[in-house]
């Protein structure tokens, strides 16, 4: 298969076009964090429906994007993409005109099938267009650009939701996703592997997309219902036993979906093990953050937006260096480094207690965004070069499916858990500071079942105005609490992430 240079002409097309549809997906997470208030109130959703919109793009992505990584390998990857890419954009409109919230999550729904075919075909092209000796080179403009936009998504969120058009994140994505399928028909070429065998692995696929999607579902149920209740153990152990079946199916095909081969192979399984434990910290943490911001530190939702800005200039600056850097020294050292500094930025901003708003940014969020967006600069490139140059190009787009999977299946596992814990830690210290009220068992339940609404929880209405004031200081105080504990656990997972490069990664040979 022909690759061509990063400079060429078809080199330039090939990563202007799988940076916008890659920004069009990513500005959806970041933005979506910092409008879910202004969604919440304009939906009246709940807690539960609002953790819903977020998971249920993920459910879909999780269970179906080690599917999109396959059929693009066999059936031509700009193809695949171009078919995420207008699925993504019908799914995007259908949410901008979303009346209530379940019709939101239905849609995001679709948004996710997009998503499952779109995301592993932009490294994938990347992988199978570019020169192997720019490779890291291409990933790392690819990673920075990405970040620009992706990180300018709660600027332009918040701006948005603060003007009450919160509905527009999602028709953005139109123009965006029609400028990148008009750029893939008239200048990129088709690459498909013709040594591909053709057959499609129809019980393998159908086993890994059930058996992902209950497991996905049973995470992101618990929750609401609590580990107790048997939609939630029986979807997980359910879609244990499919993963299993599906394992075990692999091992026998002839043309399999997953060749099990790759985690032979301890620098792929090291990143994606690195993977799974750094974007679950970085998720839940940056999840949080914006709540935080928002809810209980007073900031709008532009301001909370514009907090972000030094990790994307960090980005901008380092993110293609460093994939530079890792092409000619390895990326061992990026990979110890980077993960790790991104655990110290999340460890300084869980010692954030209250503040008086955005005047206190610069010595109170701002170190620790500073270090978080450090580790990340210096990590996404390497991570994404490392997994992508441990199998050979035939492969790129089920490496790249493997990898997106575990990205997203961590977010939904973080968003799931990390929601559980948080309304446990929420209630917990709210149940703590109610004694000093004087209030009746029945006022204390109710502002007790409040919590899980988190940083959105109002006090009940039954309460009179000196109450209601006191009990917004101890939901916000609460918060705060256990905001602290979520963000000392995210920044374990970063350190865990960093001790597995230690453990698996090695730089490659160099040939003599």
């Known amino acids: 298969m022909t690759t061509v240079s990063l400079r060429s002409t078809e080199g330039k097309w090939v990563m202007v076009t799988t940076i916008l549809a890659s920004a069009m997906a990513f500005i959806d997470g970041t933005a979506l964090n910092v409008v879910l208030p202004a969604l919440q109130r304009s939906l009246k959703a709940s807690g539960a429906d609002v953790f819903w919109v977020l998971n249920a793009y993920l459910l879909m992505l999780a269970a179906l994007i080690l599917i999109g990584g396959t ?5 031509g990857r700009k193809k695949v993409f171009m078919t995420g890419i207008f699925i993504f954009i019908a799914g995007s409109a259908a949410c901008g005109v979303a009346g209530n919230a379940l019709w939101l999550i239905i849609f995001r729904m679709i948004q996710g099938i997009g998503g499952a075919l779109m995301i592993p075909g932009s490294l994938s092209l990347i992988s199978s267009a570019i020169n ?23 600027v332009l969120g918040g701006a948005l939701a603060d003007a009450g058009l919160w509905r527009y994140i999602f028709f953005i994505n139109v123009p965006i996703g029609m400028a990148a399928l008009v750029f893939l028909s008239l200048k990129v070429t088709e690459r498909r592997d013709e040594d591909q065998q053709k057959g499609l692995d129809f019980p393998g696929a159908i086993l890994i997309a059930a ?7 049973g995470f992101l149920r618990m929750p609401s219902v609590g580990f107790g ?59 949080f953050q914006s709540l935080n911001m ?4 007073g900031y709008s939702q532009l301001d909370s937006g514009l907090t972000f800005l030094p990790f994307t200039v960090l980005m901008i600056s380092i993110a293609r260096w460093a994939g530079s850097l890792a092409d000619k020294h390895g990326p061992r050292l990026f990979l110890i480094m980077g993960p790790c500094l991104a655990g110290a ?24 965004i500073v270090v978080l967006g450090l580790g990340m600069s210096f990590t996404v490139a390497p991570l994404t070069a490392t997994v992508m140059g441990a199998v050979s190009d035939h492969l790129s787009g089920t490496a790249s499916g493997i990898n997106n999977a575990v990205t997203r ?15 446990l830690f929420f209630a917990a210290a709210v149940q703590k500071d109610l004694p000093q009220m004087q209030l009746n068992n029945e006022q204390q339940q109710a502002i007790v079942a409040r919590t899980a609404d988190l940083g959105n929880a109002a006090p009940p209405a039954q309460l009179n105005r000196t109450q209601q004031a006191e009990v917004v200081k101890i939901y916000h105080a609460g918060f705060i ?3 602290g504990i979520i963000m000392r656990i995210s920044a374990a997972l970063g350190f865990l992430g960093g001790i597995m490069a230690v453990l698996f990664i090695k730089n490659p040979r160099k040939a003599s």
Not at 71 to 75: I, N, V, Y
Not at 345 to 368: D, H, I, M, N
Request: proline content about 4%.
């Open 294 to 297: 928002v809810q209980a530190q």
């Open 409 to 423: 299946i961590s977010g939904v596992f973080a968003n799931a858990i990390f929601g559980s814990l948080a309304v």
């Open 345 to 368: 930025g999340l460890l300084l901003l869980s010692f954030v207690k209250q503040t008086a708003g955005p005047s206190e940014y610069w010595t109170t969020f701002f170190p620790g």
């Open 132 to 154: 192997e000796n720019e490779r890291g080179k291409a990933i790392g403009t690819w990673s920075a650009v990405t970040t620009l936009v992706t990180m300018g998504g709660p």
């Open 211 to 217: 058996g992902l999607a209950l497991l996905t579902f």
């Open 481 to 483: 609490d256990a905001y």
């Open 229 to 287: 209740d048997v939609t939630v153990y029986g979807s997980i152990i359910t879609g244990i036993l499919l993963l299993i079946a599906f394992v075990l199916v692999e091992r026998k095909s002839n043309s399999p979906m997953l060749p099990l081969q790759l985690f032979a192979n301890p620098t792929f399984t090291g990143a994606n093990l690195l993977t799974f434990f750094l974007y679950a910290g970085l998720g839940a943490g940056m999840l």
């Open 71 to 75: 059929l693009g390998d066999r059936l």
